[in-house]
């Protein structure tokens, strides 16, 4: 039995409201069970000094988590004056994850940065950031190609993203904080709505596991990302 009581292929209630952060050009507030995310999209009329003269655009993605967002206080980076290794390892893999979702040469010289910032955290933060982040940048997108700045709409790719594990000996889906802290194996799939993937980060907690086991955990994940892009899709239709 999960702790939460969910078969293993169940994943924990999602939704999506949009438009929450009406100062940016798009914004998603993801709740994934007790994990909640607000995840904001800006256009900015510049890209990075490597891109300047390309004519091609560029997406980059900042993450952070709010001191209370977890069950203990925890220092605001900025008061350290560093990010810790783990946050910029979750920002470049959104970044990652949600550039694959862009054609660049259709944004012109533009660039477009998603913040993710994690209100509550209950396990799952950088999956329900790039699901989230999607539905962010989506509408950013629109409004940008809407209103000329862009060259026309450059979204290519639907992309979600699940965590999937190894929990007492069975594949679960959608790993929440006390699965994944107690997980014989656990991975992170970032997938098109298609299928096809654009990263899998999976770590072995106890002792290696089988290829086998690897298969279970990957039907997991493509039947949760293509249960999550249905709902990114139903949302979509609301913004264009």
Not at 3 to 11: F, T, V
Not at 221 to 236: P, R, T, V
């Amino acid at each position: 039995m999960r702790p939460s009581g969910r078969k293993n292929d169940q994943l924990r209630e999602i939704s999506f409201d949009i438009g929450y952060a009406p100062q940016a050009d798009g914004s998603c507030f993801v709740k994934c069970g007790n994990t909640h995310i607000l995840c904001t999209a800006t256009l900015e009329e510049r890209v990075p000094p490597f891109l300047k003269g390309k004519g091609e655009g560029w997406l980059t993605a900042e993450y952070g988590m709010l001191p209370c967002s977890t069950d203990r206080r925890m220092d605001r980076e900025a008061a350290r004056g560093k990010q810790s290794g783990r946050t910029q390892e979750i920002q470049r893999l959104i970044g990652r994850s949600l550039r694959a979702a862009l054609d660049f040469k259709s944004m012109g010289e533009k660039q477009i940065i998603v913040d993710c910032d994690v209100i509550r955290a209950d396990g799952g933060t950088r999956t329900a950031a790039i699901t989230g982040g999607f539905l962010a940048l989506y509408q950013a997108a629109v409004k940008g190609a809407q209103a000329g700045i862009l060259n026309s709409m450059p979204i290519i790719n639907q992309v979600a993203a699940i965590s999937c594990g190894l929990y007492k000996g069975e594949a679960v889906a959608d790993l929440d904080y006390l699965e994944d802290s107690d997980a014989d194996a656990d991975a992170n799939f970032v997938m098109t709505s298609k299928g096809e993937i654009i990263e899998i980060q999976g770590t072995a907690e106890k002792a290696p596991f089988s290829h086998g086991q690897f298969t279970d955990i990957m039907q997991l994940a493509q039947n949760g990302i293509s249960e999550l892009c249905a709902k990114q899709a139903d949302i979509m239709k609301q913004i264009f």
